[in-house]
């Protein structure tokens, strides 16, 4: 009984701080907007339209991206993206998501974590007290201050890292769990699945080196990366089929890495936290003077801690990076990504350095520790208040960057937006230019962002749009006989038919510009034009494994949990 109590307390501290976090912006009525928040914005409403219509398409864009028929969520965490759109729908406003989106992110990222301390041996009032420290980090705040993915992955990472953490100290390999780990990351966010992978590494490396079965272990490893390619066969295949019959527009390599690290442009990953910071350098110091006392495992801990470190600094040579070219490093973009792992490994250090410390001086420790997490606390509340006041009181609501694209000049309207239940006023009011998969069909193309702009966004404003069938069906008025842009995207597999005619490019029925969009002879009065995209029938088994993959995978998993509860409860009482 008492220790149904005391975890009842446990999970109850970690849903109650993510709360407080929020509780804020739901009073201030504050919205905080980041660089990339119409980007996710218009993948997730996509997604929410397509469940609350039912006219589902996998592929392209057919209520997102002005409805362009471009391919984004299939490339870019498919899964993950339909998870969000589920979000958006319960939410109803786009302010309701932010306060939502935070709170789930916020309780995935508090378990998470205190689940890997747990792991790590640190003692249950540390864990409990440093997972709510995690959240006020800038892994976890990124999300509510520019919308970026990698807080999520900094979320799910912790948890990812457990079976790293159990095969290194005492050999444990699940095969299931080993699996979803790396899966559910990369259905997620592809470079903190990457960044993942570098840091099992050393676990793994030192678990098979000091392996007694080690030919086991390697049997399971191989099991692990097979269940793994079934859980994300979604994402491969279509990644590949995509990539094989176009040349797309990637996301624009930064030629300038090095300045983006913790130590330049990127310092607020570092400074944003004052908790976090003087903790990175009282490790720097503690390491080096533990080191040779340390087992094995906490010894790896410190090289994971040191190499990230380095790695998202200018310490590390990012300027021969772009240099030399080098791909397999230019698509990180951005080395403060690294910093994520940075953050995990501190909060293990600090937590395992302090679970050493002697009874009477735990718990004092453990009032530090309370002390500085409410300090934290207060400082980022405080911080993202200035946020909101901001908002409410800006008579620009938006920033005017360059990549936007406003249809209004009327403020309010956009600042109203947010708060309407027509989730679409927003995408219509403020458009992003950005081209990222977009098909390429001239080599070298430039100004891609103004050319999204000159091809979709502008000439959208001619068209009426709507879905039928799953099929998205574009239609206009014409006075004359005469060619013209159709903000439509084409792709090797999609299929037009314009005006009950199937066109054909070898036909010469129609010409594309130099990122995709279709050039058609329109007639005088209605024209209409249908866009659908053919994959082949081969890929609807593929969904079918990979969710029963994953149906199994959970299912498995949960039982095995609730086995375990089940044991535990008894051996308590």
Request: with cysteine; aromatic share 16%; charged share 10%.
């Amino acid at each position: 009984m008492r220790h149904f109590q005391r975890q009842l307390l446990i999970i109850g501290c970690l849903i109650t701080f993510p709360i407080l976090l929020v509780l804020p912006q739901y009073f201030s009525g504050g919205v905080i907007l980041g660089p990339d928040f119409l980007f996710h914005y218009n993948r997730f409403y996509d997604t929410a339209m397509q469940i609350k219509t039912g006219n589902f398409n996998y592929f392209i864009s057919t209520y997102g991206f002005q409805q362009s028929g471009r391919i984004v969520n299939a490339l870019y965490g498919p899964f993950f993206a339909y998870f969000q759109g589920l979000l958006v729908l319960f939410s109803k406003t786009w302010y309701n998501y932010q306060i939502i989106s935070r709170l789930v992110l916020n309780l995935i990222a508090s378990f998470s974590m205190y689940a890997l301390l747990r792991v790590s041996h640190v003692r249950i009032r540390l864990a409990v007290l440093i997972s709510c420290l995690y959240l006020t980090t800038f892994a976890i705040l990124d999300w509510t201050i520019r919308q970026n993915l990698t807080s999520w992955g900094a979320a799910i990472s912790p948890f990812a890292l457990i079976p790293a953490f159990r095969y290194a100290a005492n050999h444990e390999l699940s095969v299931i769990k080993l699996a979803i780990s790396v899966a559910i990351l990369l259905q997620v966010h592809v470079l903190s699945a990457v960044i993942l992978v570098i840091a099992y590494l050393p676990f793994f490396t030192y678990g098979l080196l000091t392996s007694t079965t080690l030919k086991k272990d390697l049997i399971k490893v191989a099991a692990a990366i097979f269940l793994f390619f079934l859980l994300t066969l979604n994402v491969w295949t279509a990644l590949l089929a995509i990539f094989h019959s176009n040349n797309l527009i990637l996301p624009f390599t930064n030629h300038r890495m090095y300045a983006y690290s913790i130590t330049e442009i990127g310092s607020y990953w570092l400074f944003f936290s004052v908790s976090l910071l003087v903790a990175i350098i009282v490790l720097l110091f503690v390491t080096i003077k533990k080191w040779h006392s340390a087992n094995p495992f906490i010894k790896i801990c410190i090289i994971e801690f040191w190499t990230f470190l380095i790695i998202s600094s200018s310490v590390f040579p990012w300027y021969l990076v772009t240099k030399y070219k080098i791909q397999m490093l230019e698509i990180f973009q951005f080395p403060f990504r690294f910093f994520v792992m940075v953050t995990i490994f501190t909060c293990v250090l600090v937590g395992s350095f302090l679970s050493q410390a002697p009874t009477p001086k735990y718990r004092q420790v453990c009032k530090l520790v309370l002390i500085i997490t409410l300090a934290a606390f207060f400082q980022t509340t405080g911080l993202l208040t200035n946020e909101y006041k901001h908002w409410n009181d800006c008579q620009h609501p938006i920033k005017k960057l360059n990549t936007l694209v406003f249809n209004s000049k009327n403020d309010q309207a956009i600042h109203d937006s947010f708060y309407s239940t027509n989730l679409n006023a927003l995408l219509k009011l403020v458009q992003k230019k950005t081209p990222d998969y977009l098909p390429e069909y001239q080599k070298n193309v430039k100004k891609t962002y103004r050319k999204y702009a000159q091809y979709i966004i502008y000439p959208s404003k001619r068209f009426v749009k709507t879905i039928i069938h799953n099929k998205l069906v574009i239609t206009w008025y014409a006075n004359k006989k005469s060619f013209i842009n159709v903000p439509v995207v084409k792709y090797a597999g999609t299929k037009l038919v314009f005006n009950g005619k199937t066109l054909a490019k070898k036909h010469q029925q129609y010409r594309l510009t130099k990122i995709g969009t279709p050039i058609l002879s329109q007639k005088i009065g209605e024209n209409k034009l249908v866009v659908s995209y053919t994959i082949g029938k081969w890929f609807l088994p593929i969904l079918f494994i990979t969710i029963f993959s994953w149906s199994f995978c959970l299912a498995f998993w949960g039982l095995s949990w609730l086995l375990s509860a089940i044991e535990n409860a008894q051996a308590d009482s």
